[in-house]
C-alpha cells in the first residue's frame, strides 16, 4: 500500500506526484503517473461498407457488442445508407448518450463487423487497450470529462475530436499492463457469472413455457406427477377470484411529499420481473398515507405495472411495503387466495402467455396502458386444485430465489471491481485537494 499522492520541488515549487492508493509492489518505487492527453495514444479506424454488406450488423450496447438479428428478436434495422466498420480489436462506441454515460466495447469476434457509421471507430497506439477500456467505462474521472461535453439540450455529444482531448493520467507501460491483467482477470469472473445468471433466466423462461397451458390447449406440456390424472386446467377471468382491483396516485406536489421514513409509497420503477426493486423507495408520512389509504397495500398483493415503458410487470407484495401505498402507474390485484393464489398468479403474469395477453389490450402493441376493466377480464388458466397451483407457484419461487443470490453475487463483484479501481487508479482531483 501507498499513499495516493507524493511531492517532489522543483524550481522552488512543490508539485504533487499521484500514485494509487493500492500499489503492485513491484511499482512501488517507480515514478508517479503523468497527466498526458490520450489523443497521440489513439488511432482513427472508422470505415464504411455498403448497406447491402455480408459483414454481420451489430450494435454498441451498454450490454456490449450484441448482432443485430439477434438482439431485436431476428430483426436486423433497416439501414438505406452505408455502414461503418469495426475491424478485430479495435473499440467502438454510441458518440451520442441521453444520460452522460458512455460505453466503450471492443470488437473481439475475430472479423469485421459492421455498426452504424455514426459510431466512433478507434484503436490504441503505445497505450495497453485493457487499461484504457477500464478507464473510459468505470473511472469517475472519465464520467466527469463525459458530462462536461453537454452543451444544452437534453443528449450529450462526444464526438472521437473530443475524446482525444481527453487529459488523464497515465503510469509506464509496465504498469499499465499489470493493472490490466488484474482487471481482466476479475472481468472473466463478472461475465462467468453473469453467464449463470442468464442461464437460469433462460431455464425459468423454458420451465414457464411448459407449466402453463398454451394457447387452445387444457393442460401443460409439464404436470408434476401427483398431478397427472387430476383432469383439464379451466380458463377463468381474473375479475372473478379477486377481491380488488385498483391503482392510487400520486400525492399533490409530487417528490417534495416524500420522506425519508414513513409509509413505503411504490412507483413502477420498484416493480421488476416478479421482484420488488427497493433500492430507491420513496416514503409518505401517515396525513399523507390517510388521504388515500384505500390504496394501502396488503402482503401478497400483485403489483402490476399498467402505463410507461414498464408495463406488464408484476411483483408480489411483501411486509417491506405491506402498509404502504402504490402511485396511479401501479395496480393492485388482491385475490381471494382460497381460489387464485397469489404467487401463482404473478408468475402467470409474467410468462410469455401473460404478456401476450397484455400485448392483446394495447393499441397497435406500443404498450401505452391497462385500465381496470381490461385487467378483471385477464383470462388466466388454472389448474383444478390449490395444490397444484402452490406446487408451480413454489417451483417457479424457488428458481426466482437462485436467480436473486445469484445475480446479488454478480452485483458482489462489480461493486468489487469499482472499489478494486479507486485503489488502482489515483484521481486528479486529489492533486487539488
Same mark, same amino acid.
Given at each position: 500500500?501507498?499513499?495516493?499522492?507524493?511531492?517532489?520541488?522543483?524550481?522552488?515549487?512543490?508539485?504533487?506526484?499521484?500514485?494509487?492508493?493500492?500499489?503492485?509492489?513491484?511499482?512501488?518505487?517507480?515514478?508517479?503517473?503523468?497527466?498526458?492527453?490520450?489523443?497521440?495514444?489513439?488511432?482513427?479506424?472508422?470505415?464504411?461498407?455498403?448497406?447491402?454488406?455480408?459483414?454481420?450488423?451489430?450494435?454498441?450496447?451498454?450490454?456490449?457488442?450484441?448482432?443485430?438479428?439477434?438482439?431485436?428478436?431476428?430483426?436486423?434495422?433497416?439501414?438505406?445508407?452505408?455502414?461503418?466498420?469495426?475491424?478485430?480489436?479495435?473499440?467502438?462506441?454510441?458518440?451520442?448518450?441521453?444520460?452522460?454515460?458512455?460505453?466503450?466495447?471492443?470488437?473481439?469476434?475475430?472479423?469485421?463487423?459492421?455498426?452504424?457509421?455514426?459510431?466512433?471507430?478507434?484503436?490504441?497506439?503505445?497505450?495497453?487497450?485493457?487499461?484504457?477500456?477500464?478507464?473510459?467505462?468505470?473511472?469517475?474521472?472519465?464520467?466527469?470529462?463525459?458530462?462536461?461535453?453537454?452543451?444544452?439540450?437534453?443528449?450529450?455529444?462526444?464526438?472521437?475530436?473530443?475524446?482525444?482531448?481527453?487529459?488523464?493520467?497515465?503510469?509506464?507501460?509496465?504498469?499499465?499492463?499489470?493493472?490490466?491483467?488484474?482487471?481482466?482477470?476479475?472481468?472473466?469472473?463478472?461475465?462467468?457469472?453473469?453467464?449463470?445468471?442468464?442461464?437460469?433466466?433462460?431455464?425459468?423462461?423454458?420451465?414457464?413455457?411448459?407449466?402453463?397451458?398454451?394457447?387452445?390447449?387444457?393442460?401443460?406440456?409439464?404436470?408434476?406427477?401427483?398431478?397427472?390424472?387430476?383432469?383439464?386446467?379451466?380458463?377463468?377471468?381474473?375479475?372473478?377470484?379477486?377481491?380488488?382491483?385498483?391503482?392510487?396516485?400520486?400525492?399533490?406536489?409530487?417528490?417534495?411529499?416524500?420522506?425519508?421514513?414513513?409509509?413505503?409509497?411504490?412507483?413502477?420503477?420498484?416493480?421488476?420481473?416478479?421482484?420488488?426493486?427497493?433500492?430507491?423507495?420513496?416514503?409518505?408520512?401517515?396525513?399523507?398515507?390517510?388521504?388515500?389509504?384505500?390504496?394501502?397495500?396488503?402482503?401478497?398483493?400483485?403489483? %402490476? !405495472?399498467?402505463?410507461?415503458? @414498464?408495463?406488464?410487470?408484476?411483483?408480489?407484495? /411483501?411486509?417491506?411495503? $405491506? =402498509? &404502504? +401505498?402504490?402511485?396511479?402507474?401501479?395496480?393492485?390485484?388482491?385475490?381471494?387466495?382460497?381460489?387464485?393464489?397469489?404467487?401463482? %398468479? !404473478?408468475?402467470?403474469?409474467? @410468462?410469455?402467455?401473460?404478456?401476450?395477453?397484455? /400485448?392483446?389490450?394495447? $393499441? =397497435? &402493441? +406500443?404498450?401505452?396502458?391497462?385500465?381496470?376493466?381490461?385487467?378483471?377480464?385477464?383470462?388466466?388458466?388454472?389448474?383444478?386444485?390449490?395444490?397444484?397451483?402452490?406446487?408451480?407457484?413454489?417451483?417457479?419461487?424457488?428458481? /426466482?430465489?437462485?436467480?436473486?443470490?445469484?445475480?446479488?453475487?454478480?452485483?458482489?463483484?462489480?461493486?468489487?471491481?469499482?472499489?478494486?479501481?479507486?485503489?488502482?487508479?489515483?484521481?486528479?482531483?486529489?492533486?487539488?485537494?
Amino acid at each position: 500500500m501507498s499513499s495516493k499522492s507524493e511531492s517532489v520541488v522543483t524550481n522552488g515549487a512543490v508539485n504533487p506526484v499521484l500514485v494509487p492508493k493500492l500499489r503492485f509492489p513491484e511499482f512501488r518505487q517507480a515514478n508517479g503517473w503523468e497527466s498526458k492527453l490520450v489523443g497521440p495514444y489513439l488511432e482513427d479506424c472508422s470505415g464504411r461498407v455498403a448497406s447491402d454488406t455480408e459483414l454481420p450488423v451489430y450494435s454498441s450496447t451498454r450490454e456490449g457488442l450484441k448482432r443485430q438479428d439477434a438482439y431485436f428478436d431476428g430483426r436486423t434495422l433497416l439501414n438505406s445508407n452505408e455502414y461503418g466498420v469495426v475491424p478485430p480489436g479495435c473499440m467502438v462506441y454510441r458518440h451520442m448518450s441521453d444520460d452522460g454515460k458512455f460505453k466503450f466495447n471492443i470488437n473481439e469476434t475475430g472479423g469485421e463487423i459492421a455498426v452504424s457509421k455514426e459510431y466512433p471507430v478507434f484503436k490504441t497506439k503505445d497505450l495497453n487497450h485493457v487499461f484504457l477500456l477500464a478507464k473510459l467505462n468505470d473511472s469517475p474521472e472519465f464520467k466527469k470529462f463525459a458530462l462536461s461535453q453537454k452543451a444544452g439540450g437534453t443528449r450529450t455529444r462526444l464526438y472521437f475530436s473530443r475524446l482525444c482531448e481527453w487529459q488523464t493520467l497515465l503510469p509506464s507501460s509496465a504498469e499499465q499492463q499489470k493493472i490490466a491483467d488484474c482487471l481482466s482477470s476479475l472481468d472473466e469472473l463478472i461475465a462467468a457469472q453473469a453467464r449463470k445468471v442468464d442461464v437460469l433466466k433462460t431455464h425459468k423462461k423454458g420451465l414457464m413455457q411448459q407449466l402453463f397451458p398454451w394457447e387452445d390447449e387444457t393442460q401443460p406440456r409439464f404436470r408434476f406427477p401427483e398431478f397427472q390424472d387430476i383432469g383439464n386446467w379451466e380458463e377463468i377471468e381474473l375479475g372473478t377470484r379477486t377481491k380488488k382491483v385498483g391503482s392510487g396516485i400520486t400525492p399533490a406536489g409530487g417528490d417534495k411529499n416524500y420522506k425519508q421514513f414513513g409509509r413505503p409509497f411504490v412507483r413502477s420503477q420498484n416493480v421488476g420481473w416478479g421482484v420488488l426493486l427497493l433500492d430507491d423507495i420513496a416514503y409518505i408520512d401517515d396525513e399523507t398515507h390517510a388521504s388515500f389509504n384505500s390504496t394501502e397495500i396488503q402482503a401478497w398483493d400483485v403489483l %402490476l !405495472n399498467i402505463t410507461g415503458a @414498464s408495463i406488464g410487470r408484476s411483483a408480489l407484495a /411483501d411486509k417491506r411495503i $405491506a =402498509g &404502504g +401505498n402504490v402511485n396511479q402507474h401501479v395496480c393492485i390485484i388482491r385475490t381471494k387466495p382460497d381460489e387464485l393464489n397469489p404467487f401463482f %398468479l !404473478n408468475q402467470y403474469l409474467i @410468462s410469455d402467455c401473460g404478456q401476450r395477453q397484455i /400485448d392483446s389490450f394495447q $393499441a =397497435g &402493441g +406500443n404498450r401505452q396502458g391497462l385500465n381496470f376493466a381490461q385487467i378483471r377480464s385477464f383470462t388466466i388458466p388454472i389448474p383444478p386444485t390449490r395444490q397444484e397451483q402452490q406446487r408451480i407457484a413454489v417451483c417457479l419461487g424457488s428458481l /426466482d430465489a437462485q436467480i436473486t443470490a445469484e445475480t446479488q453475487k454478480l452485483e458482489t463483484l462489480k461493486t468489487h471491481k469499482k472499489g478494486l479501481m479507486q485503489q488502482l487508479f489515483p484521481s486528479p482531483d486529489e492533486a487539488a485537494a
